[in-house]
């Protein structure tokens, strides 16, 4: 079975700082990962995904994230953030194949101040 | 991708009731996925709900709270029965990319139980 933990529940940032939201999975099989944002009173969209290839993967929105094997991390990041990039943001995991169901971390609320 | 449109996006339900939630995709998914959201929570995984077998449904959560219906490939209703205040959530219906796990979101459904 796959788990998936996010290592900060809150992150408060100034506007234009860079921000790093951490992820870190366990599973005993390849996986493929998943970053989803929900922005206050909306529903999940996705950010970015790794599913090969290139371990750094870059998303909408100027956000991206590196795959990390060894360290079995897939943090996020932005080099400048914007007051509109405050949301509520989680990290996902699959076993390679896509027959199984998303694992979900607990979320990371970023607050992004002026 | 798919486009998911869930009815009622939001009500407010008198505790005893019951309200069944439709989720339509605007293309044909074999597996759906529906997800609890409670306030300032993470995603909790309700049930699997693919087309043509039985929903299978998470620890914690009974066919007799929550009756799922899957009749063709675009379409699902979920009814969560006999509401209690702790029934306030976000519910989701999500159908998955069969060949990586990744699973699209619509705006959901808020509901609010008195």
């Known amino acids: 079975a796959q788990s998936v933990t996010q290592l900060d529940s809150q992150v408060p940032v100034f506007e234009e700082a860079p921000v790093e939201l951490r992820c870190n999975y366990s599973?005993?099989?390849?996986?493929?990962l998943f970053w989803y944002v929900q922005y206050p009173n909306q529903g999940l969209q996705l950010l970015l995904k790794?599913?090969?290839?290139?371990?750094l993967v870059k998303g909408i929105n100027g956000f991206e994230a590196e795959f990390n094997k060894s360290q079995t991390s897939f943090h996020l990041r932005k080099p400048s953030v914007h007051i509109s990039d405050t949301a509520e943001y989680f990290c996902a995991v699959s076993p390679q194949g896509g027959s199984e169901k998303l694992v979900f971390g607990k979320g990371t609320k970023l607050t992004v101040n002026p | 991708s798919a486009v998911i449109s869930q009815k009622p996006s939001r009500d407010i339900c008198q505790r005893g009731t019951s309200l069944t939630i439709q989720c339509q995709v605007d293309s044909q998914v074999t597996m759906m996925f529906w997800y609890r959201q409670q306030p300032g929570q993470s995603l909790t995984l309700i049930a699997t709900a693919n087309q043509g077998s039985e929903a299978t449904y998470e620890s914690g959560f009974v066919i007799d709270k929550f009756p799922i219906s899957r009749p063709n490939l675009t379409f699902s209703t979920l009814t969560v029965s006999n509401m209690s205040p702790e029934d306030s959530s976000i519910y989701l219906c999500s159908p998955a990319d069969p060949t990586t796990g990744e699973l699209f979101f619509g705006e959901g459904s808020r509901l609010t139980v008195l």
């Open positions: 790794y599913l090969s290839g290139s371990t």
């Open positions: 599973s005993s099989v390849s996986v493929y």
